[in-house]
């Protein structure tokens, strides 16, 4: 099945601790994003991967960062994360440029 | 970064109603998309529309690509309960890459 896939769907932190959020894609989709939720806000895209070590930013990307080392996968690590990083986040991925975007299930962060 | 204008933010209508809600931007998309996201799951794509002027039906639904370039509406006939979401608008900006933006949402629910 194709899919876009995230883990953990659900994770409770402190300030601070380290985290990484995988996102993997079974698709071969080159393009893959990072979006957080918020509501009143809509989806906000963090980073963006065009293809393997091609990454850039997109209009959140202060407190993340991101690695793109295999075409499937599209890591987001929060170094030291803080309460306002708290969000739903969600991974997507795409073919090209001008098509169809498939996201993932989601990821609920709360960051105490 | 630049967001959609989406309206309304929410409905909270009876079943067998008609629905509409739209989105309007300052500036030209090439592509816009309409998601729907239902409790504890990612977006799934409804209706793309690459043409302005366009007009495409997905059963229920109804979606036109604005003349102008810079806005688009989605339509839903005969509400069910199944409707409930939220709804959202992206446009992809010939601009920047072609990156997708995306509207607050707008969240309906819908009385049987």
């Known amino acids: 099945e194709a899919q876009v896939t995230q883990n953990p769907r659900y994770l409770i932190t402190v300030t601070g601790k380290k985290l990484t959020v995988t996102c993997s894609q079974n698709?071969?989709?080159?393009?893959m994003s990072w979006y957080r939720q918020d509501p009143g806000l809509g989806l906000r895209q963090i980073y963006y991967s065009m293809n393997v070590e091609v990454t850039d930013k997109g209009d959140v990307p202060e407190g993340y960062k991101v690695s793109r080392k295999e075409k499937r996968n599209f890591p987001l690590i929060l170094e030291s994360p803080s309460p306002n990083q708290t969000s739903l986040y969600f991974c997507a991925s795409r073919w090209g440029e001008g098509n169809e975007q498939f996201f993932g299930p989601g990821t609920r962060l709360t960051v105490l | 970064g630049q967001q959609l204008n989406q309206s309304p933010q929410s409905m909270f209508i009876q079943e067998g109603e008609d629905v509409s809600m739209n989105c309007t931007s300052s500036?030209?998309?090439?592509?816009w998309l309409w998601y729907k996201q239902e409790p504890g799951e990612g977006p799934v794509l409804l209706i793309a529309?690459?043409?302005?002027?366009e007009l495409t039906s997905n059963g229920r639904l109804t979606a036109q690509f604005g003349i102008t370039r810079k806005d688009s509406f989605l339509n839903i006939s005969a509400s069910i309960p199944s409707d409930v979401g939220i709804y959202f608008c992206?446009?992809?900006?010939?601009?920047?890459?072609?990156?997708?933006?995306f509207g607050a949402g707008t969240i309906l629910r819908v009385k049987s």
């Open positions: 529309l690459y043409k302005a002027g």
């Open positions: 698709m071969n989709h080159e393009y």
């Open positions: 992206a446009g992809q900006e010939m601009e920047y890459g072609n990156k997708l933006v």
């Open positions: 500036s030209i998309f090439n592509t």
